[in-house]
C-alpha cells in the first residue's frame, strides 16, 4: 500500500494543475495518468487558441500542455503514466492497474478527480440507419489525424457544431478532404462563434441549422447519408429529406463526464452536468474527493479548466492536513433560463466565490441576477449570453443571506 | 464583404464596405467590432497549424510563429506538406521559410514523444 496526502486521478490539464497545486500546498502528490504521457486531450488539439487568459498569449494544445508538463516535472510529484484508475474504496484507497506498477494501492489523505469526458457515440444518440465503417467521434479523428497521421476520409459530413467538430472541419479540410456539410439539430451552434467563422466560413463550408440525419446509408462502409430539416419538436421533417454522399461522418455531439469510478458510490451528481455536485472548494458530497475540469462539467476554455483545478488541488491538500473546515452550506439553484450553476453549494464565510454559469437558449440584452435570501448579491448586463459560452459572476461570500437562486431577467 | 465579428459572443453580423478612400463598418455595436471589421477587410490574417512529417514515420505537430495573410495559406500549409524534419525535433524549435516574398518561422508545438 502507497500512501499519498493527495491522488490525482487523470493526468489532462485539470490533472496536472490539480497536482501542482496540491504539491505547492505541501501534500505529497501522485498523478495517475492513463496515457503514454501527460497533457490529455490537449496533446491532440493542435490549434490555437489556448491560454489567452491563463498565459495571457495565444498557443496550440500540446503547448499549453507542455507548459504544465514542465511544472509537474519541476516538483516532487509522482507520475504514474499507463496507469488505470479501477475504484475508489471507502477509505479513500484508489485501486489503479499499470503495465510499470502492476496492482496499485494508494491510500489517499484527499483525492481529486479530474477525468475529464468522453465523446458521444452514434449509438449514444441513435443514430438511424446502418452501421457502417468511416463514421469516427470528432475527437477521434482528430486523434487520428494530428497524432497517428491517417486521414479518416475524403468526403466528409459532420453532425453536430459542438467546437471539436468545427476544429476538425478545418482541419480535414487543411489535409486536403472535402467537408461538404455540418449539420446542427439545435437553431444555434453549440461551438464559439470564433470556430464558426475561422474553421467554417473561412473555407466556404455550408452549416444546415435545425437539419438532422435520417438515415446512414452503405455497407461495408458509409457510402453516403440522409437528412432533413427539423419542427420546433426537434423531429425530422421526413417529406423534405436530401441525400449527401460521403466516406467518413464525424461526430461531434456533446461529451460525457467520465464519472464511471463515482457512479454508484453514493455521491450527489448534478442531473445537468453529469458531474458531481460540488461546494466552492469543488469538494464532492464524498468527503475528501474533490472533482474538476471537464469531468465536473465541460468547459469551452482550458483557461478555466486550469483555474478551477488550482482550486481544487489547493483544497484537496488543506483537506489531507485537516484544514479544510467545511461549515454551514447554501444550496445554489439556477432557474428562468440558466441551465445551471456551479459550485452548487457553497459554504458561508469570507471572501470572493466566483460562479460559473451556462444559459439554455441565446439571449440578448438581459440581466443575470445572484439572489440570496433576502438580498441581491449581483445584477449584471449581458449584452449577450448563448449556450456555447460558459459565463461567470463574483459574488462576497460575506453577503450571503440564504440559498442562492441564479436567474435571467429580461 | 460580409462576415461575423469575433470579438465577443455577440457575434454581430458586420457588413464593410470601402466608399471612396474611407472603409465603411456597419452592424457592429462596439468599437472592437469596427476595427476587426476593418482588419478583416484590409489585411485578414490566420496562424496557421498543420502536421509535419517525421523522419521513418509519424508526424509533430506545429505553427507559423505569426498568423500569415489569409490567401497564402493554402501556400504554406502546401511548403510544410513537402518537409520532413528528424525524430529529434523538440517544442519549440524554428524552420524558416520563404516563400514567394512571405517570410515566416515554423515552430514545432507537439512531437509523439513530447511528455514521455
Known sequence: ?410 | MNTICIMCPMGCGLKIEKVGEEIRVSGNTCKRGEAYGKAEFTHPVRTVTTLIKLEGGGVASCKTDAPVPKERVSDVVAYIGTLTIGRDAKIGDRLHASLDGLETDIVITGTPTSGC
Open chain 1, 1 to 410: 500500500m502507497r500512501e499519498y496526502d493527495v491522488v490525482v486521478i487523470g493526468g489532462g490539464p485539470a490533472g496536472m494543475a490539480a497536482a501542482i497545486a496540491a504539491c505547492d500546498g505541501g501534500a505529497k502528490t501522485l498523478i495517475l495518468e492513463r496515457d503514454v504521457r501527460l497533457g490529455g486531450i490537449l496533446n491532440q488539439c493542435i490549434h490555437q487558441g489556448f491560454g489567452l487568459h491563463y498565459f495571457k498569449e495565444e498557443m496550440t494544445g500540446p503547448e499549453y500542455a507542455d507548459r504544465f508538463r514542465k511544472e509537474v516535472e519541476k516538483r516532487d510529484i509522482d507520475v504514474m503514466l499507463e496507469a488505470m484508475a479501477l475504484a475508489i474504496g471507502e477509505d479513500r484507497t484508489v485501486t489503479a492497474l499499470s503495465p510499470e506498477y502492476g496492482l496499485v494501492k494508494a491510500k489517499a489523505g484527499a483525492i481529486v478527480l479530474a477525468m475529464g469526458c468522453r465523446e458521444r457515440t452514434a449509438g449514444a444518440i441513435a443514430l438511424p440507419g446502418t452501421r457502417p465503417a468511416g463514421i469516427y467521434t470528432a475527437g477521434m479523428a482528430q486523434k487520428l489525424c494530428n497524432i497517428d497521421g491517417y486521414l479518416v476520409g475524403k468526403e466528409v459530413v459532420i453532425l453536430g457544431s459542438g467546437d471539436i467538430g468545427l476544429i476538425m472541419a478545418r482541419r480535414m479540410t487543411t489535409e486536403g478532404a472535402k467537408v461538404k456539410l455540418v449539420l446542427e439539430l439545435m437553431p444555434y451552434s453549440s461551438g464559439l462563434k470564433r470556430n464558426i467563422v475561422q474553421c467554417l466560413d473561412d473555407y466556404g463550408i455550408p452549416i444546415k441549422y435545425s437539419h438532422t440525419i435520417t438515415r446512414v446509408v452503405g455497407s461495408p462502409r458509409i457510402e453516403g447519408l440522409y437528412y432533413a430539416p427539423v419542427g420546433t419538436d426537434r423531429k425530422p421533417i421526413l417529406d423534405n429529406e436530401q441525400f449527401v454522399s460521403c466516406d467518413a461522418l464525424l461526430l461531434s455531439v456533446g461529451l460525457i463526464p467520465e464519472n464511471d469510478l463515482i457512479n454508484g458510490s453514493g455521491v450527489e451528481m448534478s442531473p445537468v452536468t453529469n458531474g458531481a455536485a460540488v461546494d466552492e472548494n469543488r469538494m464532492t458530497t464524498l468527503d475528501g474527493v474533490f472533482s474538476c475540469g471537464n469531468v465536473l462539467h465541460v468547459h469551452d476554455l482550458v483557461d478555466n479548466v486550469s483555474q478551477e483545478a488550482l482550486i481544487a488541488g489547493s483544497a484537496a491538500a488543506r483537506y489531507a492536513k485537516g484544514e479544510l473546515k467545511s461549515g454551514e452550506c447554501v444550496n445554489v439553484a439556477a432557474k428562468d433560463g440558466v441551465r445551471y450553476a456551479l459550485p452548487q453549494r457553497i459554504n458561508r464565510g469570507e471572501g470572493k466565490v466566483r460562479l460559473f454559469f451556462r444559459v439554455d437558449n441565446v439571449y440578448k440584452g438581459v440581466r443575470l441576477v445572484v439572489e440570496s435570501g433576502s438580498k441581491t448579491l449581483s445584477n449584471r448586463k449581458f449584452q449577450m449570453l448563448a449556450p456555447g459560452e460558459m459565463g461567470s459572476v463574483d459574488i462576497e461570500r460575506s453577503d450571503i443571506d440564504g440559498d442562492i437562486v441564479v436567474r435571467l431577467e429580461k
